[in-house]
T-cell receptor, first 114, second 113 residues
Framework: GAVVSQHPSWVICKSGTSVKIECRSL??????MFWYRQFPKQSLMLMAT?????????EQGVEKDKFLINHASLTLSTLTVTSAHPEDSSFYIC??????????FGPGTRLTVL | SQKIEQNSEALNIQEGKTATLTCNYT??????LQWYRQDPGRGPVFLLL?????KEKRKERLKVTFDTTLKQSLFHITASQPADSATYLC????????????FGKGTHLIIQP
């Protein structure tokens, strides 16, 4: 399977601050990057989709100005949670996609906003 | 609205038996259906993918069936082991490769020694 890394694996921040999460595909080039979040005991929910070099498209209900996505290269994408609030506390998971039909996921980042 | 249903209650199976998990969906015509394993605090790990024109797929002790008429997939783990204990997620994709996945809530499987 594909090797995907995320950094950090967990982060605690104060309300109002911004947090950046990195996602790297280590052994393949990701033309598309999906970002998901998962609340406790809930399913993964797609937040946004980005293609390398293009602006991200966001799912309904996800604020594009709050969740900034940068997909500047085929191996790196970042998600920045701006002005984080406690309700943004969640498990954020990236899924880079190359040429395969199967989708692979990063190990996730646990965000806790105090 | 589109919906994916998995039995989100814990499923307890005795070691060595076959575990069978169910995924039902409505208002959806998926090109693919995928099964993932998720351990606590970790991202999903890909297990199997089955296409809409396939009835069954096997990989080692795993077997997936896909019935597009019933809108149902069954996921089997034979000769189950305590290490198989995890949450198993069913996910659908409409097709084309440009869409993300829609996930069920998952079924928490517990294999008891």
């Amino acid at each position: 399977g594909a090797v995907v890394s995320q950094h950090p694996s967990w982060v605690i921040c104060k309300s109002g601050t911004s947090v950046k999460i990195e996602c790297r595909s280590l052994d393949f080039q990701a033309t598309t990057m999906f970002w998901y979040r998962q609340f406790p005991k809930q399913s993964l929910m797609l937040m946004a989709t980005s293609n390398e070099g293009s602006k991200a498209t966001y799912e309904q209900g996800v604020e594009k100005d709050k969740f900034l996505i940068n997909h500047a290269s085929l191996t790196l994408s970042t998600l920045t949670v701006t002005s984080a609030h406690p309700e943004d506390s969640s498990f954020y998971i990236c899924s880079p996609r190359g040429g395969k039909v199967e989708q692979f996921f990063g190990p996730g980042t646990r965000l806790t906003v105090l | 609205s589109q919906k994916i249903e998995q039995n989100s209650e814990a499923l307890n199976i005795q070691e060595g038996k076959t575990a069978t998990l169910t995924c039902n969906y409505t208002n959806y015509s998926p090109a693919y259906l995928q099964w993932y394993r998720q351990d606590p605090g970790r991202g999903p790990v890909f297990l199997l993918l089955i296409r809409e024109n396939e009835k069954e797929k096997r990989k080692e002790r795993l077997k997936v069936t896909f019935d597009t008429t019933l809108k149902q997939s069954l996921f089997h783990i034979t000769a189950s082991q305590p290490a198989d204990s995890a949450t198993y997620l069913c996910a659908l994709e409409a097709g084309g490769g440009a869409d993300g996945l829609t996930f069920g809530k998952g079924t928490h499987l517990i294999i008891q020694p």
